[in-house]
């Protein structure tokens, strides 16, 4: 069965750089889209950046600038390197895959999430 697992998350201070990290098992990655969403306590899940198969990328206008999504076909792996970290930047994070192209918030497979808590 497809597996998403995120790893990476953490407590950093204000400034500083975290990379998440996101290992998928089951599909053909390189067919997929990926994407990574965040989700803070009592808000809307946020979709954060993706990555086309084809390796076009999308950013929130919350953190263009600041974050780069990128993706390893022969890892089966997505990456967020954040940096400039703010403590609004605070949430669950989560990555997806959707089959083919980017569909907005559609996607197919979920991962369980990674925390990421930024102290100001």
């Known amino acids: 069965q497809v597996q998403l697992v995120e790893s990476g998350g953490g407590l950093v201070q204000a400034g500083g750089s975290l990379r998440l990290s996101c290992a998928a098992s089951?599909?053909?990655?390189?067919?997929?889209?990926m994407g990574w969403f965040r989700q803070a306590p009592a808000k809307e899940r946020e979709r954060v950046a993706a990555?086309?198969?084809?390796?076009?990328?999308y950013y929130a206008d919350s953190v263009k600038g600041r974050f780069t999504i990128s993706r390893d076909n022969a890892k089966n792996t997505v990456y967020l390197q954040m940096n400039s970290l703010k403590p609004e930047d605070t949430a669950v994070y989560y990555c997806?895959?959707?089959?083919?192209?980017?569909?907005?918030?559609?996607?197919?497979?979920w991962g369980q999430g990674t925390q990421v808590t930024v102290s100001s």
């Open positions: 997806a895959a959707v089959e083919g192209r980017l569909r907005g918030y559609e996607y197919d497979y």
């Open positions: 089951g599909l053909t990655f390189s067919r997929y889209g």
């Open positions: 990555i086309s198969w084809s390796g076009d990328t």
